[in-house]
């Protein structure tokens, strides 16, 4: 059975690590154009270094959770896809091998002059700053693979594509309010099962033709087994 799943920030959130859209998230302390747009980066480099430094730090302190896991675990009897708003690397800490990160992936850099459809990717250690004059090896300033308002999502026809062929959809901890990203929940032409585990119904969704759990991932994802199990024997 092919699975594409799509997750947001409340996947992560269960693991420790803070959000922006939380009543006690990381806009509360930061306006979004101070740290999350191309603008910010051309006119203050510094300050978006040391906001993406110390949440690159924090992956550290965090692990995977019942959430991630059982997804991993979904790999053993299916063609699992998933497709992440996310940037960190819960995903793939708990043995998860296909993973689309729309919106980039904070422990690694790129240069600030790189094409944005092949950049020169580099792996940095969690506890490694990185600082104006850092440079990749063509000569340009390292910054964060992150997506920012204002740039191209990485790989949104990929996720396009995966949503459309998959055979059941499951969409986990997200308030359904980032564009595009948002939209993969209404590519699935064909539905033959979606499944929604979600702490709330996000606003404006209609869920009809949905299997719902409103209640936490680290709760809610680990019942997915057995759901498609009951599928697969009718």
Known sequence: MKIAVFTGAGISAESGIATFRDSNGLWNNHRPEDVATIDAWHSN??????????RRAQLHTVHPNAAHFALAELEKDHEVSIITQNVDDLH?????????????????????????SNP??????????????????????????????GEMVYGMLDAQQIVKQADVLIVIG??????????????????????????EQPSGMTVGDWITLIEPATTGVPKIRGILNDLVAK
């Open 45 to 54: 480099p510094e300050l978006l270094l040391q906001f993406y430094n110390e």
């Open 92 to 116: 793939e800490r708990a043995g998860s091998t296909n993973i689309l990160h729309l919106h980039g992936e904070i422990a690694k850099m790129i240069g600030e002059n790189d094409e944005p």
């Open 120 to 149: 020169n990717v580099v792996d940095y250690p969690y506890n490694k700053d990185i600082k104006l004059g850092d440079m990749t090896p063509a000569g340009y300033q390292l910054r964060p693979k992150i997506v920012w308002f």
């Open 174 to 199: 997200t308030s359904l309010n980032v564009y595009p990203a948002a939209s993969l929940t209404n590519l699935y032409a064909t539905p033959k099962t979606k499944i929604l585990v979600n702490k």
